[in-house]
């Protein structure tokens, strides 16, 4: 479903279709950036990992590969993902966890799995999403954060159970950090139930998990992403089921450009990192530096 197929209401803007990624090995859904909208806020990537499920022997194998001028922002529903990067930071991205990394002037990382996970059949489903730093942090020192699930603040009022991953919204506030303003929301409804769109952030999209969501009539279908009018009041409500969704948004960025895994305010910026990657003079991943993704032609 895309925004020209149907009359939207006037709160919402545009749809935006997951389109199927091939990661190597599993599937990804990519929501941004799309051709007519690569921002909502600071969020200039959306991928849905999964939902999969992996026979023994098979599973997460992406290799070390840079980022530049962005942050990492993973969030998984179920499964377990081996993070590694050129920090020397090893640990476990857990179901609940917030994985905040911060590539700033540079790093690189591997997502894999443990070997005795291997072992077993697996189900892995969640989200990465890609921030772009704020111009005057593009370049500062690259860092990572880690958030257990029980830090990450949330409400049930037993028809809506709601997580406040990153911002403000609903009263409550995250303690995940931000460099722009910044929104990220997980909610699930149950059949029937309802939930204010959160206010007081510039933009904001809803993205459907799992379910069929209600936009103020629409019917917004499992991996589609509505962006939401800027400053409407907009219900949301469970159709059909239960529903499982985020929101996303944030305060509105200058232009970036986008190539791979590099993204920055200044294309020249983009050119170097390419040039670094080639000549492989990025810092290495501690226990992961015998492979690594090529720079793509």
Known sequence: MTDTDIDLPETVSMIIPAREKDLGGFMVRRVLPYAKRRMVGPWIFFDHMGPADFAPGLGVNVRPHPHINLATVTYLFKGNILHRDSLGTRGVIAP???NLMVAGKGIVHS????EEAKTRTRHLDGLQLWLALPEADEEIDPAFFHYDAAEIPSFDDGQAHVRVMMGEAFGLRSPVKTYAQTLYVEAKLKTGAELQAPLGVEERAVYVCAGELGVDGLILKQYDMAVLTPG???RLTALGGPVHFVIIGGEKLSE?????????SRPARIEQAKAEWKAQTFPKVPGDDQEFIPLPE
Do not use: P
């Open 256 to 264: 970036r450009h986008i190539y791979w895994n590099f993204v920055s």
């Open 111 to 114: 997502e894999r799995e443990e």
């Open 232 to 234: 409407a009041l907009v």
């Open 96 to 98: 609940g966890d917030i």
